[in-house]
């Protein structure tokens, strides 16, 4: 993931003045890394709270740390990003949705249980503003 910010750096800086919102679809794709095992690897300083372990049955932890290295990175050079939250990890899927079809790895239907959907966009939420404080994650645009 961080080779992909670096390597979008100069596409980013050359837009930086035309609009200051930088939209970043796949918010939550697999890709992101978003929902992990709790395999005795979770790393506290780079990850966002525990989740409810009872996902799909499975010890799971989030981790915010691929979406850190993106917002981080926008913020830096004065941009706004938006927060879309059009996919769902494959771990939230309801049975049936496409999964795999896009690049993204994300999957485009509706969640199995929507308060896990709920619970992860909340800590999402908490985590953001506890990192960039209530004042700036007031600013950005989020979707759904």
Same mark, same amino acid.
């Given at each position: 993931?961080?080779?992909?910010?670096?390597?979008?750096?100069?596409?980013?800086?050359?837009?930086?003045?035309?609009?200051?919102?930088?939209?970043?679809?796949?918010?939550?794709?697999?890709?992101?890394?978003?929902?992990?095992?709790?395999?005795?690897?979770?790393?506290?300083?780079?990850? %966002? !709270? =525990? +989740?409810?372990?009872?996902?799909? *049955?499975?010890?799971?932890?989030?981790?915010?740390?691929?979406?850190?290295?993106?917002?981080?990175?926008?913020?830096?050079?004065?941009?706004?990003?938006?927060?879309?939250?059009?996919?769902?990890?494959?771990?939230?899927?309801?049975?049936?949705?496409?999964?795999?079809?896009?690049?993204?790895?994300?999957?485009? %239907? !509706? =969640? +199995?249980?929507?308060?896990?959907? *709920?619970?992860?966009?909340?800590?999402?939420?908490?985590?953001?503003?506890?990192?960039?404080?209530?004042?700036?994650?007031?600013?950005?645009?989020?979707?759904?």
């Amino acid at each position: 993931m961080e080779n992909a910010v670096q390597s979008a750096r100069p596409l980013i800086a050359c837009v930086r003045g035309m609009n200051p919102v930088m939209r970043w679809r796949c918010r939550l794709d697999n890709d992101m890394n978003i929902i992990l095992p709790n395999d005795g690897t979770f790393d506290a300083t780079s990850a %966002g !709270p =525990p +989740a409810t372990p009872d996902i799909k *049955g499975k010890g799971t932890h989030y981790s915010f740390r691929n979406a850190d290295l993106v917002y981080d990175y926008l913020l830096s050079i004065d941009m706004k990003p938006v927060v879309a939250l059009s996919w769902l990890p494959s771990q939230l899927a309801a049975p049936g949705n496409d999964c795999g079809t896009w690049h993204y790895r994300g999957c485009s %239907g !509706p =969640p +199995a249980n929507i308060t896990d959907f *709920g619970a992860l966009v909340g800590a999402l939420a908490a985590h953001f503003v506890e990192r960039h404080g209530v004042e700036e994650v007031r600013q950005w645009p989020w979707e759904l």
